[in-house]
């Protein structure tokens, strides 16, 4: 099993929670990206970096995902594409998408997407917060534990 993670729009905080998940579990983890990123060095630990683009990250990462890997992503399109290769798909605010749960988030991401795009002013998520931050570690935690 292996981390992947989409790590255009992932918050530091995160980033950290997930080089010490990465040393202390002894998983691979890698961080890919459109932009060169700097990460701790580790055996366990590598950033790849994919020419700008759209969706470059998001096809790399759905090319490398293999059955029982887990993608760190807020992309729904992405965690769909995840989660139909049989991987697992956590977003940075600690919520597990999953095939009971995808196609409503698509959904629901795809009518904001309308309304926002036919001028309907519409607020975007929250601002990240230290119960985020806190979610996430508990789910990643739950879930290397699963893992063992």
């Not at 989409?6 to 983890?29: N, S």
């Not at 990206?33 to 790849?48: D, E, F, G, K, T």
């Not at 607020?123 to 935690?141: E, K, M, N, Y």
Request: charged share 20%.
């Amino acid at each position: 099993m292996q981390i992947w993670v989409d790590a255009d729009a992932c918050p530091g905080v995160i980033k950290d929670i997930l080089f010490r998940a990465a040393q202390r579990a002894q998983i691979v983890t890698t961080l890919i990206a459109n932009q060169m990123l700097r990460v701790p060095p580790s055996p366990y630990i590598r950033s790849l970096q994919v020419p700008a683009g759209f969706d470059v990250a998001d096809n790399r990462i759905v090319s490398e995902v293999q059955p029982g890997d887990l993608v760190i992503t807020a992309d729904i399109p992405l965690a769909a594409e995840v989660i139909a290769r049989q991987a697992h798909a956590l977003n940075p605010r600690g919520e597990f998408y999953s095939s009971e749960n995808i196609s409503e988030r698509l959904s629901v991401r795809n009518l904001m997407e309308e309304l926002r795009g036919s001028g309907v002013d519409i607020s975007g998520p929250a601002a990240f917060s230290h119960a985020d931050r806190q979610a996430f570690a508990r789910q990643l935690d739950a879930f290397l534990a699963r893992q063992r």
